[in-house]
């Protein structure tokens, strides 16, 4: 069947021949992903995790926290095991496990209390991902900082495999899910021409792509709709002169919202939609720590910015950082640190 312009090879094809291999002589396989899985992290793993039960294999799939409700209708979901609810059976299947896939996450540290299960496992272990510096614990990495998902990662893995005939419906809604949330529906992240040749493929799969967009960015609870309005109403602040905008949370405020694991996702983006603002700042605090997602349009290196200051990193337009301490100095912090970006933000054409 032609299936339009083939995609260029991206993948070294001895990693992806490797991949095979271990694939084909494991017989109990677990895909990880990262801390608080978002879309692209849920989408690859689901869709990698879909192929190894079709190719007949023993998969699991185990994430350390728990993960937002919007995500929860890609099918496959139910079954993801959560480190934290039950640490005792996780440790038995590392164990136990002789392939293991790290997804989305390029350390072992991204993934919390699992990383000295990851480091200590005697398993055969795969890195795919799209985040600067992968570690060396693995025996196969493929890792693309320019790729814009781990899912589009996952689907050129498959299709450089020969294996696109064995990409269902219910596959190609996974990875369409994680390429759509990592580019902020496709419009960050998102300029290579082949991201739309692959969206073009999944298609062919039977995929409802605005279904898709609805269930993730039209499912909003009334309690998140309205902390999204009192986010952007009392806790945004604008620095014109820098281009930039911030919005930042209390737990208080969280609570006052009955906040859920997820209600925030996305928040980050839409002071974006003000004229002139290149860089855009979301500050929230956590039970333990201060969490910061970073968004910019353009140059602006948010990935620099990130770990320069709050020990994070992430992509050009889309990071992320953390900060121990309390939410009013973790704001203090980025006051005092922007100015040093003022000459890139006041250059950086919108």
């Not at 450089?160 to 809604?173: F, L, P, S, V, W």
């Not at 983006?269 to 353009?298: A, T, W």
Request: proline content about 4%; some cysteine; hydrophobic content about 40%.
């Amino acid at each position: 069947m032609n299936y339009f312009k083939p995609l260029s090879g991206v993948i070294d094809g001895l990693a992806v021949g490797k991949v095979q291999q271990l694939i084909e002589h494991s017989n109990q396989i677990l895909i990880t992903a990262h801390l608080s899985p978002d879309g692209d992290a849920l989408g690859a793993s689901l869709g990698l995790y879909h192929y190894l039960k079709h190719k007949g294999k023993t998969v699991k799939l185990m994430v350390p926290n728990s993960f937002p409700y919007f995500l929860k209708w890609m099918a496959g979901a139910g079954e993801i095991l959560v480190y934290e609810y039950n640490p005792q059976a996780a440790q038995v299947i590392f164990n136990h496990s002789d392939l293991i896939f790290s997804v989305d996450y390029n350390i072992p540290k991204r993934v919390g209390k699992m990383a000295p299960l990851l480091e200590q496992s005697t398993a055969q272990k795969v890195l795919i991902d799209h985040h600067l510096f992968p570690g060396k614990i693995y025996d196969v990495v493929i890792s693309h900082p320019e790729i814009s998902s781990t899912s589009e990662l996952v689907f050129r893995m498959l299709y450089q495999m020969g294996a696109y005939d064995a990409i269902d419906k219910t596959m190609a809604e996974c990875l369409y899910c994680g390429m759509m949330t990592d580019t902020g529906g496709f419009t960050f992240n998102s300029n290579n021409p082949e991201i739309y040749l692959i969206i073009s493929l999944l298609l062919r799969k039977g995929i409802d792509k605005d279904r898709i967009y609805s269930l993730v960015y039209n499912n909003l609870s009334q309690d998140r709709f309205r902390l999204l309005g009192f986010t952007l109403s009392q806790r945004m602040k604008i620095y014109p002169e820098l281009h930039t905008a911030l919005i930042w949370l209390s737990l208080e405020d969280q609570k006052q919202f009955s906040y859920n694991k997820g209600d925030t996702e996305g928040f980050v983006n839409y002071p974006l939609s003000i004229k002139d603002i290149i860089f855009s700042v979301f500050i929230r605090e956590d039970e333990d720590l201060v969490k910061i997602s970073f968004r910019s349009q353009g140059t602006f290196p948010t990935n620099e910015f990130a770990a320069q200051f709050f020990h994070g990193g992430g992509h050009l337009n889309a990071s992320g950082g953390e900060f121990h301490g309390t939410l009013e100095d973790a704001v203090l912090l980025f006051e005092n640190s922007i100015g040093l970006y003022a000459e890139k933000l006041r250059n950086t054409p919108k």
